[in-house]
């Protein structure tokens, strides 16, 4: 009885034949995605070190997983081995940037719906998802605070460099004091479009020994 179940289960599940034309269509629009895929992950990112070579492997993650789903709808025992096969692969490369997160499910998932015969999906998939992250590139962000780091000679200092500080920034916050006996260091956050003239004004005080005005572009508290 196991038997006769176990070989009607099989041959009900290793009848889709999978020919060489419908392979390549399916590969050929993986292919045209993950090349969509691959510009415009060039054009949109910012990254200071841009990765040409996470780039190319996304493209080729879009075409590996087409022809993944491909092989996995010709026969049940395929598609049960290939998961035993992928089960044991560990990737261990961090992904830091959000962003990079989203383009590889996108290659991912492009790959799939290719895979399966749906690409009227993945084309659709890739104009709406582009024009969502253009008008959320577009939308207006805070700007993001700037660090003052001033030391002095004297420790009490501090009230004259503030009064020069909120003279060219609104709601200045003192992040740290560091002080010994001779000396005081304050990191100061604040928001300024006059930082050349705040530095200068700030350096024009008797005590102060160096005055360090920074900008970063990480992330915004509101």
């Known amino acids: 009885m196991?038997?006769?179940?176990?070989?009607?289960?099989?041959?009900?599940?290793?009848?889709?034949?999978?020919?060489?034309?419908?392979?390549?269509?399916?590969?050929?629009?993986?292919?045209?995605?993950?090349?969509?895929?691959?510009?415009?992950y060039r054009i949109m990112t910012k990254k200071t070190f841009y990765s040409k070579s996470f780039n190319v492997s996304m493209a080729g993650i879009c075409l590996i997983t087409?022809?993944?789903?491909?092989?996995?709808?010709?026969?049940?025992?395929?598609?049960?081995?290939?998961v035993g096969a992928l089960s044991i692969v560990r990737f261990r490369t961090a992904i830091k940037d959000p962003m990079d997160l989203m383009f590889l499910f996108w290659a991912i998932a492009g790959g799939i719906i290719c895979g399966v015969g749906l690409?009227?999906?993945a084309f659709i998939l890739c104009i709406v998802l582009t024009v969502l992250i253009l008008v959320l590139n577009a939308l207006p962000v805070a700007r993001a605070p700037m660090i003052l780091v001033v030391n002095t000679s004297d420790t009490k200092a501090e009230d004259a460099v503030m009064e020069v500080v909120r003279k060219y920034a609104k709601h200045p916050v003192v992040k740290s004091r560091n002080m010994s006996k001779?000396?005081?260091?304050?990191?100061?956050?604040?928001?300024?479009?006059?930082?050349?003239?705040?530095?200068?004004?700030?350096?024009?005080?008797?005590?102060?020994?160096?005055?360090?005005?920074?900008?970063?572009?990480?992330?915004?508290?509101?």
């Not at 087409?66 to 290939?82: E, K, R, Y």
């Not at 008797?206 to 572009?217: F, G, I, Q, R, Y």
Request: glycine share 4%; aromatic share 8%; proline share 1%.
């Open 119 to 121: 690409a009227e999906i």
């Open 66 to 82: 087409s022809a993944i789903i491909l092989t996995i709808q010709s026969s049940i025992v395929v598609s049960l081995g290939m």
């Open 2 to 40: 196991t038997d006769i179940f176990k070989k009607s289960f099989l041959e009900g599940f290793m009848a889709a034949d999978i020919d060489i034309y419908s392979a390549g269509v399916a590969l050929a629009l993986s292919c045209f995605v993950s090349l969509y895929i691959f510009v415009i």
């Open 182 to 222: 001779a000396s005081l260091e304050m990191i100061v956050e604040l928001r300024t479009s006059e930082g050349s003239t705040l530095v200068q004004e700030v350096m024009a005080l008797e005590p102060v020994m160096t005055a360090s005005l920074l900008s970063h572009d990480g992330e915004v508290t509101f």
